[in-house]
């Protein structure tokens, strides 16, 4: 098992940063691909960025050149440092991590996007 805690979400104007952390226990060996979902209300979740053990990582379209995620392997942390914030960008967001073709979930860190 894997458990994954978020933090970092809040209430934030349009244009403005926030800065979202992950942190994984539990079996971490063998975690390969971690990343960021995010579900706005009425909406199905939807991939945000992922990143691979090597670093390598994908965006969705929507958030390329405004958020980026990165990964610190030895304190098993993912990141995403979200800028130019949207009011679209208004959702729960979610850590995700791949085990040894098993997805795990953290349960989920509001963001809201509003003047």
């Known amino acids: 098992q894997v458990q994954l805690v978020e933090s970092g979400g809040g209430l934030v104007q349009p244009g403005g940063s926030l800065r979202l952390s992950c942190a994984a226990s539990?079996?971490?060996?063998?975690?390969?691909?971690m990343g960021w979902y995010r579900q706005a209300p009425g909406k199905q979740r939807e991939l945000v960025a992922t990143?691979?053990?090597?670093?390598?990582?994908t965006y969705a379209d929507s958030v390329k050149g405004r958020f980026t995620i990165s990964r610190d392997n030895p304190k098993n942390m993912v990141y995403l440092q979200m800028n130019s914030l949207k009011p679209e960008d208004t959702a729960v967001y979610f850590c995700?991590?791949?085990?040894?073709?098993?997805?795990?979930w953290g349960q989920g860190t509001q963001v809201t996007v509003s003047s």
């Open positions: 995700y991590a791949l085990r040894i073709g098993i997805s795990y």
């Open positions: 539990g079996s971490i060996f063998g975690i390969s691909f």
């Open positions: 990143i691979a053990r090597g670093g390598s990582s």
